[in-house]
């Protein structure tokens, strides 16, 4: 059975004879058409590449993004054993300074506590960070716990006491202080090595490890 071609030049349905009923099809449309065809199928198949294109960027991006995160947790473990202290004069001796700073923090430490200590910074100023890398990270712990105890013993001479982070963590927590007015930068806080952010004591902390996340904090404070 063959098809054979409707008024309107386009085959019946059946067997179809590709050269008799094509030619037959090819009458019936006028080039224009043809033509019309022929750019809606480009035009289509270039918006399909242009969709995966866009995908595999977007995924690509997407795991370029884990891989940081990854690093920088690496990187956040590390730096877990270190703490940074400021207040220490550059003539001063940074090993012995420390031990002289955690007494007044009610915390002993020996120089077998500490496996390096250096300054860090700037040159050419009187007083410098220093970065101390301890053995033990539960010696870490134990003087983020007291630091609050230097307030109380501190006289003209000032000394703080900060977790070592990431360059990552520290842009992000610039970030969020920078958005927020004096008297709720404290909100934003580092424990860990990780960023958080909590309006209230009552509220679980909000952990902050890309820049989304300050987006999508600051635009919920502004509404």
């Known amino acids: 059975m063959s098809s054979q071609p409707l008024a309107s030049g386009i085959p019946k349905p059946g067997f179809i004879n590709v050269k008799r009923d094509g030619k037959s099809l090819l ?32 995924n690509q991006e997407e795991k370029l993004e884990q891989i940081v995160i990854k690093v920088d947790d690496i990187e956040r473990r590390s730096r877990s054993y270190n703490l940074r202290f400021n207040g ?18 009610d915390v002993t430490i020996t120089h077998d506590d500490i496996e390096v200590a250096h300054f860090t ?11 101390v890398r301890f053995y033990s990270r539960e010696t870490c712990q134990k003087l983020l716990k007291n630091r609050k105890n230097l307030q109380k013993k501190q006289s003209d001479r000032k000394y703080f006491v900060f977790e070592d982070c990431t360059k990552p963590a520290m842009a992000l927590f610039s970030k969020m202080r920078q958005h927020l007015p004096e008297d709720t ?14 309006s209230s004591l009552q509220e679980k902390p909000v952990v902050i490890d890309r820049d989304p996340t300050v987006s999508d904090l600051l635009l919920k404070l502004k509404n």
């Open 121 to 131: 910074g700037a040159k050419d100023v009187q007083q410098r960070d220093v970065i």
């Open 27 to 58: 009458k019936s449309l006028d080039l224009p058409d043809i033509s019309s065809m022929i750019k809606d199928c480009l035009t289509t198949d270039q918006s399909i590449i242009r969709d995966i294109k866009q995908l595999l960027s977007d």
């Open 185 to 198: 930068k404290f909100h934003v806080y580092i424990r860990n090595g990780r960023v958080l952010y909590r």
């Open 88 to 105: 220490v004069y550059k003539d001063e001796n940074p090993k012995a300074k420390l031990i002289e700073i955690a007494k007044m923090m």
